[in-house]
C-alpha cells in the first residue's frame, strides 16, 4: 500500500518541483488513515464497515448489463469534459478569441507582468469544476449502486462516511498545491536570469501545470472508479 502511494504521478510531481527531501513513511495505509481519525470518527467507520459484514445476501435486482455501461459512458463525459477545460488553456487562441480560464500568453507577459496570479486563479478555478462535477459524478453512482443490490446499497453509504470524514483533510491538502506550483514558477523566473527567456517560461511553466492538473483530476476520480467497478462486478455475477 505504501508503495502504491508513493508512487503516484500526482504526488512524484509535487515532491520534485517542491525540491523538498522527504522520508519514506514506514507506517502502511491504516495507521497513516488513523492518525487523522479522531475516536468518534473511527467508532463510525466501525460501524459502517460492520453493516457491510452483516447485511443480508439477496439476489441483485434485476439490473440491465446496459446501467453498467451507462455508469461508464457517464464517467468518461465528465472526464472528458474535465480534461478539455483543463487542456483548453494550455494553447494561445487560434484567433484571438477568448479561451475560458486561459492559461497566460507569452505576449500579455511582455506588456504587462502579472505574475503568478493569473496562473493561481486558474488552477483554483479548475479545482472549483474538478471538485463539482465529481462530486456529482459520485453521488450518481452511489445512486446506481443502492438500487443494485443491499451490499451495494451499503457500500454507497460507506463511501458517502469516508467522504465526510475525508473530505476536509482532503480539501486541505489540495489546497496546497498552488502554493507549491508557486515555488516552481519562482525557480523557472530564477533560471530566466541563467537564459531561459520569459517566453520559454511561461511555455514550460504551462505545460508543468497543465500535467499537474491532469493528475490531480485522477486521483480525484479515483473512488469513482472504484464504486464502478464494485458495480459492474455485481452485475457480472
Do not use: C
Not at 452483516?54 to 441483485?60: A, G, L, N, Q, S
Not at 480560464?101 to 496570479?117: H, I, K, L, R, S
Not at 496562473?119 to 472549483?128: A, E, K, N, S, T
Not at 530566466?192 to 485522477?218: N, P, R, T
Request: aromatic share 6%.
Amino acid at each position: 500500500m505504501r508503495r502504491i502511494f508513493s508512487g503516484s504521478r500526482f504526488v512524484r510531481l509535487l515532491s520534485d518541483w517542491a525540491s523538498v527531501e522527504v522520508d519514506a513513511s514506514r507506517q502502511d495505509f491504516a495507521e497513516r488513515l488513523g492518525e487523522w481519525l479522531g475516536v468518534f470518527d473511527a467508532i463510525t467507520l466501525h460501524a459502517a464497515h460492520q453493516s457491510i459484514n452483516t447485511v443480508d445476501e439477496k439476489k441483485p435486482s434485476d439490473a440491465p448489463l446496459a446501467r453498467t455501461f451507462a455508469l461508464e459512458e457517464e464517467f468518461q463525459r465528465v472526464r472528458t469534459a474535465l480534461v478539455k477545460a483543463i487542456t483548453a488553456g494550455g494553447a494561445a487562441p487560434a484567433s484571438g478569441k477568448l479561451v475560458r480560464n486561459p492559461v497566460p500568453q507569452p505576449e500579455a507577459a511582455t506588456e504587462t507582468d502579472a505574475g503568478y496570479a493569473p496562473y493561481h486563479q486558474r488552477y483554483l478555478d479548475q479545482q472549483r469544476q474538478m471538485a463539482l462535477r465529481i462530486d456529482a459524478l459520485r453521488a450518481y453512482v452511489r445512486q446506481a449502486l443502492t438500487k443494485l443490490s443491499p451490499q451495494l446499497g451499503q457500500l454507497a453509504s460507506f463511501d458517502t462516511v469516508m467522504e465526510q470524514m475525508l473530505g476536509g483533510r482532503e480539501q486541505k491538502l489540495l489546497s496546497s498545491v498552488p502554493v507549491l506550483l508557486e515555488r516552481r514558477f519562482e525557480h523557472l523566473r530564477k533560471t530566466h536570469q541563467l537564459g531561459l527567456d520569459a517566453a520559454q517560461q511561461q511555455d514550460v511553466f504551462g505545460k508543468e501545470m497543465q500535467e499537474v492538473l491532469l493528475a490531480e483530476l485522477e486521483v480525484r476520480l479515483q473512488p469513482v472508479v472504484g464504486l464502478i467497478e464494485a458495480f459492474s462486478k455485481e452485475v457480472k455475477k
